[in-house]
């Protein structure tokens, strides 16, 4: 019984360890305990410096900021995961023709500059449709989703096109050998096997382009940039200038870093089965 | 089934009782002549095995049979399909709705369930309601000795288990006839035994089958007609006991002598190139 016990001690011991390594590794953490320090010290001190009141007075206009930039990239993910399914799908065609269109599509879209791409967009398009009488706004924010959607559709269609020819020919024949037909084998025996396999490069994708938003505040986007921009023309002090700047990269980090962490998991998973 | 008076080329080439009959087939890859003319014959609840070295051809001639590969000369008929002529969708899955083909690598669905993999056919194909093919699936699996493995994935299971899964897989669409392509080839040897004897139980029920394999004793002991390939021919056919004892054929007797002579057919290292 005692030797029981203390074998059942020692292993919590361990576990306590590897607990409190999780937490002093996890960013999360380290952010909270640097936070409470900084304000331990500002209660000894009895004041708050101003680059700090002035963030806090700036932090929902920040906030509003990031939250134009999560809409874009959600949206633009939305367009290219459709754009880039179809034409990944497509670039597997019998049809010759069809699929040198789509390899050209793929390739201008991929080797294009993704700044140069949304500055194509906005000056492309009008800023408004005329449609009958009525008047349709085409805002800018929208044409920078068009801008990433399209160089997020060329990459979601190679790696759809990778996924599908990574599927063994085997499953094909075997299939086959069931008397399932074509469109069958493809809904139920490929394509769920191709989503397992896509979800990972798709995630590293949308972390991609999320960054990416913060280009939109160069065609006047009122995005999270926009806003710092402002804030740190307004409040016209060094310091308040490099704090917001830090926060923002605090801001993105924090959106894409459990992106990536639950992308690495996803392929730890995929590795074992 | 009585294998001794079951053979006789001019009743087995008779086409009207035959559930598969090739004639004269010719199959080549590019340069590559992988069948040279193969005449094979299966009647109904027949078991026949093709032996011989390997590349000899020996699953391509499966392939033909379920149309996986289309030969560029010669006749193939099954269950009363010409399946050489086969060219709709349609034709081929109506034929292999009545062909079953287990694979050497098993090639279950490896993101579907032991019971799914089962279910996914007779609902999607055969149009059984899911409790239907459930029901059919439970029976199959206890059949091969995998019940309480219906939650299982195939990556989870060994060797010898997923090769019985896919046995029962092919069986749940009720199949006329099925087709072994060398089942046991990919296994640990300790597992050969545990997929052979579900092999043998189907024979001792009289479905009507093919096996490719490497496993002499086993062809022997369950066939009913044997067929033996070489370099895309067959050499020689008829009755398994005969072939054993005192084959007419020096290439076969060459082959026999190599392979049951050695110490242990199983352990013999073989060619990665498949028959």
């Known amino acids: 019984m005692a030797s029981d016990l203390s074998i059942k001690l020692a292993a919590a011991n361990v576990n306590s360890q590897r607990l409190a390594g999780a937490f002093f590794t996890d960013p999360w953490f380290i952010l909270l305990l640097g936070l409470m320090v900084v304000n331990v010290v500002w209660l000894a001190v009895g004041s708050v410096p101003v680059p700090l009141s002035q963030l806090w007075r700036w932090l929902p206009a920040l906030l509003r900021g990031m939250w134009t930039n999560i809409e874009i990239s959600i949206l633009a993910m939305l367009l290219g995961t459709a754009i880039g399914l179809v034409f990944g799908a497509l670039s597997l065609s019998p049809s010759r023709l069809l699929r040198r269109l789509v390899r050209g599509y793929v390739q201008v879209f991929r080797n294009a500059p993704v700044l140069v791409l949304i500055y194509f967009t906005t000056y492309v398009f009008p800023f408004e449709f005329n449609l009958f009488h009525w008047y349709i706004p085409f805002p800018d924010w929208f044409k920078v989703v068009i801008g990433l959607g399209l160089s997020a559709s060329a990459i979601i269609a190679e790696i759809f096109r990778g996924a599908i020819q990574s599927i063994p020919s085997a499953q094909w024949e075997s299939a086959q050998s069931m008397a399932l037909r074509r469109t069958q084998i493809f809904r139920y025996v490929i394509l769920p096997q191709c989503v397992r396999r896509m979800l990972p490069p798709w995630m590293n994708l949308y972390a991609g382009i999320t960054m990416s938003t913060s280009l939109a505040s160069l065609v006047g986007v009122h995005d999270i940039v926009d806003m710092a921009t402002i804030a740190s023309n307004t409040v016209a002090r060094t310091d308040f200038t490099v704090l917001i700047y830090f926060t923002l990269l605090l801001f993105f980090f924090f959106y894409c870093y459990p992106i990536a962490r639950a992308t690495r998991l996803l392929e730890k998973r995929h590795e074992r089965y | ?275």
């Open chain 2, 1 to 275: 089934m009585n294998a001794t008076e079951s053979f006789s080329p001019t009743v087995l080439r008779s086409p009207q009782r035959a559930l598969v009959q090739l004639n004269n087939v010719h199959l080549s890859f590019k340069e590559n002549e992988v069948l040279k003319g193969i005449d094979v014959s299966v009647r109904q609840g027949q078991s026949v095995s093709i032996i011989g070295p390997s590349g000899s051809g020996k699953s391509t001639i499966l392939r033909t049979i379920t149309g996986l590969l289309r030969p560029q000369r010669g006749e193939i008929q099954v269950c009363g399909f010409p399946v050489h002529t086969l060219k709709s969708e349609k034709e081929f899955v109506e034929l292999r709705k009545r062909v079953g083909f287990v694979f050497q690598q098993y090639n279950l669905f490896p993101h579907l369930s032991v019971l799914e993999n089962l279910m996914i056919s007779p609902v999607k194909v055969l149009g059984l309601s899911r409790q239907e093919a459930k029901e059919r699936a439970f029976e199959l699996l206890r059949n091969v000795h995998m019940e309480h493995k219906e939650t299982a994935y195939p990556g989870e299971l060994s060797g010898g288990q997923q090769q019985r899964v896919a046995i029962a897989r092919a069986l749940a669409m009720r199949p006329e006839l099925i087709l072994f392509d060398e089942v046991t080839s990919a296994l640990d040897p300790e597992m050969v035994g545990e997929v052979l004897n579900v092999i043998r139980d189907l024979v001792r029920d009289g479905i009507t089958c093919v096996l490719v394999t490497h496993e002499m004793r086993f062809a022997e002991e369950v066939s009913d007609v044997l067929y033996f390939t070489e370099a895309g021919h067959i050499v020689e056919s008829g009755d398994p006991e005969r072939i054993f004892r005192q084959p007419r054929n020096e290439r076969t007797r060459v082959f026999l002598r190599r392979a049951l002579g050695e110490a242990a057919p199983l352990a013999a290292p073989r060619s990665v190139q498949l028959g």
